[in-house]
C-alpha cells in the first residue's frame, strides 16, 4: 500500500550559483555554471580543478534571513553550519510556519564533512605554533579539541526552536536522500507533524585532495554522462525541505508545492567507493521508491540523475536506469556541471529541483553533454517544456553502495 502523502511546503538553497532558490531558478533558466577557482583555501592543485564554491557572505545572508549572529556565535559555527542554517531559514520562511516551539517539529539533516573544515585551520594553527614556539599555546589546543565538529542540526534545531526528533544522517552522498526518506517516515508514522530536513556539505582540503588523490576529480568540469567524460567536481551548499503530514499542511491552508511519495534504500554490499558493476543496489533502491509511491516506471516523466561525470558512476548509472525503466526512454538529467557535487547536500539539492520542475513543468539540461556515452538513455540536452510532468524520480548514490532513491508528486499549482 503507498505511503501517506507527505506534503513540501517550504525550500531553501545555498551553492555555487548563488544563495536564494530564486538564483537557482535564475542560473537553471540561464544554463548557467556556478564552477570556477577555488579560493577557500590554499591548494596547490586549486588552479587545477574547478570548485563548486559558494562566493557569497554565509553570515550576512543569515542576518538578512533571521539576525545578526554575535561574535561568540560566529566563532563557533562552521562553514557547514552556516550553509545549512541560511537554507533551513528559507525553506521555514517559505513554508510561512511560526510558532515552532508550539509544534512537534524535528529535524533531519544528512552530512560527512561537517566541521572539517574548521577542524584543518584549527590543526593548522596549532602546527604553525609548534613550528615557532616549539609547542601550541593553550588556546590553540583548547580550538583544536574542544569545537563543534557536527552541529549543524543541534544549531538549526535550537535557533528555530524545534524539540521534535533530531538526527544526523552520515551515507556518504546519499546523506540528504536518505535524511528526507526517513524524515518522511517519521511524519507517517505519526511521530512528528513537521520536519525540517535536507544535507548540508562544506568544501574542505580533505575533501577536495581526497578525491583528487582517487583520480576521479576533471580538470575541465563534470560532463555527466558524455562518452568524453575524465570525472567530477566537488562542491559545497545545502538543500533544506519543509515537510509536513497532509492533514497538518491543509488545516493551516498551507500551500503544498509538491509531494514527498516515494522512497527507497539499498546499499550494494560490494566495494567502498566503486558502484556495483551490474547496478544491482541502484535499481534496488528505484523500485523500492516507485513502489513506495504505488507507481509504475510508466508514470515517471523525468529521472533527475545522481550524474556525477565520473567513469564509473554514469556508466552504472545508466545500466541500472535502464533496467528499471526497460525500453521506455525516460527523460534523464544531471545538475552536476550547475554547482559541482555538493557531498552529502546532493540529494537534498536535487530534491529542490525536483519540485521546481513539477511546478513549472520544466526539465533542465544535463549541462556539459556534447556526445552521449550510449543511447539507451533520453538524456536532456535543451530545457524541455513538459506540461504534464506529474511524478519525477530522483537518484543519490554514495560511497559504501548507500543507494537512495526519491519519489515526487506534483502538488499545488502557482
Not at 538578512?64 to 557547514?80: K, Y
Not at 552541529?151 to 538526527?167: C, K, L, Q, T, Y
Not at 504505488?294 to 545522481?306: N, R
Not at 552536476?336 to 511546478?359: D, E, N, P
Request: with cysteine; net charge neutral; proline share 4%.
Amino acid at each position: 500500500m503507498p505511503s501517506p502523502r507527505i506534503a513540501i511546503t517550504g525550500l531553501g538553497f545555498v551553492g555555487a550559483v548563488g544563495a536564494h532558490v530564486s538564483a537557482l531558478e535564475a542560473a537553471l533558466d540561464q544554463e548557467r555554471s556556478g564552477l570556477g577557482d577555488l579560493t577557500l583555501f590554499s591548494s596547490e592543485l586549486s588552479r587545477e580543478y574547478p570548485v563548486g564554491q559558494y562566493r557569497g557572505d554565509l553570515q550576512a545572508d543569515f542576518a538578512r534571513l533571521v539576525r545578526p549572529l554575535s561574535a561568540r556565535e560566529a566563532g563557533r559555527l562552521s562553514r557547514s553550519d552556516l550553509l545549512a542554517l541560511v537554507a533551513a531559514a528559507e525553506a521555514l520562511q517559505m513554508a510561512a510556519l511560526p510558532d515552532m516551539a508550539r509544534r512537534n517539529a524535528g529535524v533531519y539533516l544528512g552530512q560527512s564533512v561537517c566541521g572539517t573544515l574548521s577542524s584543518e585551520s584549527y590543526y593548522l594553527d596549532c602546527a604553525a605554533q609548534a613550528a615557532s614556539h616549539g609547542r601550541a599555546s593553550p588556546s590553540h589546543l583548547d580550538r583544536l579539541f574542544v569545537h563543534d565538529g557536527a552541529n549543524s542540526g543541534d544549531a538549526i534545531a535550537r535557533e528555530f526552536s524545534m524539540g521534535g526528533p533530531m538526527a544526523s544522517l552520515m551515507t556518504a552522498c546519499s546523506s540528504g536522500a536518505n535524511a528526507l526518506g526517513l524524515a518522511a517516515a517519521r511524519i507517517a508514522s505519526g511521530q512528528a507533524q513537521v520536519m525540517l530536513a535536507g544535507g548540508a556539505d562544506s568544501l574542505s582540503r580533505i575533501a577536495f585532495l581526497g578525491f583528487a588523490s582517487l583520480g576521479v576529480m576533471s580538470p575541465e568540469g563534470p560532463r555527466p554522462f558524455d562518452a568524453a567524460r575524465k570525472g567530477m567536481c566537488v562542491g559545497e551548499g545545502a538543500g533544506m525541505l519543509v515537510l509536513e503530514s497532509e492533514a497538518h499542511a491543509r488545516a493551516r491552508q498551507a500551500r503544498v508545492l509538491a509531494w514527498l511519495t516515494g522512497y527507497g534504500h539499498s546499499c550494494d554490499a560490494h566495494h567502498l567507493t566503486a558502484p556495483h558493476p551490474e547496478g544491482l543496489g541502484a535499481q534496488a533502491a528505484m523500485n523500492q521508491a516507485l513502489a513506495d509511491a504505488g507507481l509504475a516506471p510508466s508514470d515517471i516523466g523525468f529521472v533527475s540523475a545522481h550524474g556525477t561525470g565520473t567513469l564509473d558512476n554514469d556508466k552504472v548509472e545508466a545500466l541500472a536506469i535502464a533496467r528499471a525503466f526497460g525500453t521506455r526512454a525516460v527523460p534523464v538529467s544531471s545538475t552536476k556541471r550547475y554547482f559541482g557535487h555538493t557531498l552529502a547536500a546532493s540529494g537534498a539539492i536535487k530534491a529542490v529541483l525536483c519540485v521546481l520542475a513539477l511546478q513549472r513543468r520544466r526539465l533542465w539540461p544535463n549541462l556539459g553533454l556534447q556526445k552521449a556515452q550510449d543511447d539507451s538513455l533520453d538524456l536532456v540536452t535543451q530545457a524541455r517544456p513538459a506540461p504534464r510532468l506529474q511524478h519525477v524520480l530522483s537518484n543519490s548514490f554514495g560511497f559504501g553502495g548507500n543507494n537512495a532513491a526519491l519519489v515526487f508528486t506534483a502538488g499545488d499549482r502557482p
